[in-house]
């Protein structure tokens, strides 16, 4: 039998509470020594050596026992026989995950990923033009369990936004493929993959190897040595964003079943121990259903014992004066999924600032959100959310400065760039601009 779950149970009214609850939600990013020392070994080794190196850890790592790298790239026929392979309702499920994921994303760049320009009335042409990344690196966690759902949240938007060559990799341990990775990977568009995990994948795509291209940016979550990775290669290339632990909020006004809100955070506390699970109520007798509702339902759960220390280690039920106050402490966590559990979502909605992606309503749990509703899954975490947002469309692409300056307008421009350019020291600056007018 599994450990009871005891999440830490505080109230806004208590004398102590923002130190209890500013020290639950601690977590540091720090990665362990050990760690950072293995990495920098290991993307050395990668960038001098190159496939002899991703071959050598692989092999150590995965007990592999491939010969080259040649044999850990697998073939689209491959793939294509791996979603055929599937039992008819994973394949139904992935294709219209995917779809609703693609038709979401399509929107995202209909909003916000095109060029623009417009003429001033001299003349001058100013504008944005956006291209796509020629080459990205997905990155799919493949050690403990198998991640379907992030092969399409990754390939897709880059699909999506153009970029000419999605490569991915994958560690498979022991040379064991899982079917449904893929056959989502087939079913989002991914140009080549490789059976390779851990930094020296992260490393092979950031210098290129033999048989791994180099890439342009690297997206995906991953363990501490990924993250590590990933943190040490921004610079040759790109990365999304170097994630924490997961992490829920549920916003409860009451008057969602408390078996509903219970297992929304288990949903989060199943990832691991580190994961994050909050419950803010002004109701106090539902906030006690809600923790019967853990001891009656996590016994069922086959991740019992990862969600238990979860919860009792870094879940909290907090009891608040309002669903105002509540609101109020959530903008502080900036959670990477928050649920508003309550009959007037929209009510709430507007209050709050800080969130990866907030779930309207008592019939919209996380999980949906996770596989199959549209937006990315791949959220901003430990208060990121303040300054970060989604993956999407807009991380596939970059922007360029369209500035086209007619003869009146360098007339009109050009003394106002010389009077600007003096008054910092820089004269050729000043003199670039004067001559366009003095002519």
């Known amino acids: 039998m599994a450990d009871p779950a005891r999440p830490l149970r505080l109230s806004t009214a208590d004398a102590g509470f923002d130190a209890a609850f500013m020290q639950r939600l601690h977590w540091s990013a720090e990665t362990d020594a050990g760690v950072e020392q293995a990495v920098e070994r290991i993307l050395a080794d990668v960038r001098s050596r190159g496939d002899a190196a991703v071959l050598e850890y692989t092999n150590r790592f995965d007990a592999v026992g491939a010969n080259s790298l040649r044999e850990l790239e697998l073939s689209a026929s491959e793939l294509k026989s791996a979603f055929d392979g599937l039992p008819a309702k994973q394949r139904d499920a992935l294709e219209?995950?995917?779809?609703?994921?693609?038709?979401?994303?399509?929107?995202?760049?209909?909003?916000?990923?095109?060029?623009?320009?417009y003429r001033d009335e001299d003349g001058t042409l100013l504008g944005q033009k956006v291209t796509p990344i020629d080459r990205v690196g997905i990155y799919v966690p493949g050690g403990k369990a198998a991640y379907p759902s992030s092969v399409l949240m990754n390939a897709i938007p880059a699909h999506v936004a153009g970029v000419g060559e999605i490569v991915m990799v994958v560690p498979m341990p022991r040379g064991e493929r899982n079917a449904l990775v893929l056959a989502a990977a087939h079913v989002a568009g991914v140009s080549r993959i490789f059976a390779v995990g851990g930094a020296q994948a992260v490393g092979a795509l950031a210098y290129g190897t033999a048989s791994i291209p180099r890439v342009d940016k690297i997206t995906g979550p991953g363990n501490a040595y990924v993250a590590s990775a990933k943190r040490r290669v921004f610079g040759q290339v790109g990365i999304d964003m170097i994630a924490g632990p997961s992490e829920i909020l549920v916003l409860a006004d009451g008057s969602t079943p408390a078996d509903w809100v219970a297992m929304d955070l288990f949903s989060q506390a199943e990832h691991d121990e580190l994961a994050q699970s909050i419950l803010l109520c002004p109701d106090a007798k539902y906030i006690d259903e809600v923790q019967r509702a853990i001891d009656r339902l996590l016994p069922e759960m086959p991740r019992a014992g990862i969600i238990a220390k979860s919860l009792s280690g870094r879940g909290a039920l907090i009891h608040t004066r309002s669903m105002d106050e509540a609101?109020?402490?959530?903008?502080?966590?900036?959670?990477?999924?928050?649920?508003?559990?309550?009959?007037?979502?929209?009510?709430?909605?507007?209050?709050?600032?800080?969130?990866?992606?907030?779930?309207?309503?008592?019939?919209?749990?996380?999980?949906?959100?996770?596989?199959?509703?549209?937006?990315?899954?791949?959220?901003?975490?430990?208060?990121?959310?303040?300054?970060?947002?989604?993956?999407?469309?807009?991380?596939?692409?970059?922007?360029?400065?369209?500035?086209?300056?007619?003869?009146?307008?360098?007339?009109?421009l050009g003394p106002i760039a010389a009077e600007l350019a003096y008054g910092e020291g820089l004269q050729a600056h000043a003199r670039a601009a004067e001559m366009r007018y003095e002519r």
């Open 327 to 412: 609101c109020e402490i959530s903008n502080r966590v900036a959670p990477e999924h928050l649920e508003i559990a309550s009959r007037e979502p929209h009510r709430w909605e507007p209050l709050l600032r800080h969130a990866g992606a907030i779930f309207l309503g008592g019939f919209t749990s996380e999980s949906l959100g996770d596989y199959c509703a549209g937006p990315n899954h791949v959220l901003p975490t430990s208060t990121t959310a303040r300054f970060s947002s989604p993956l999407g469309v807009y991380d596939f692409q970059k922007r360029s400065s369209l500035i086209e300056v007619s003869e009146a307008g360098a007339a009109k």
């Open 96 to 117: 219209s995950a995917a779809q609703r994921v693609r038709r979401y994303h399509e929107a995202q760049k209909r909003a916000s990923g095109e060029s623009w320009q």
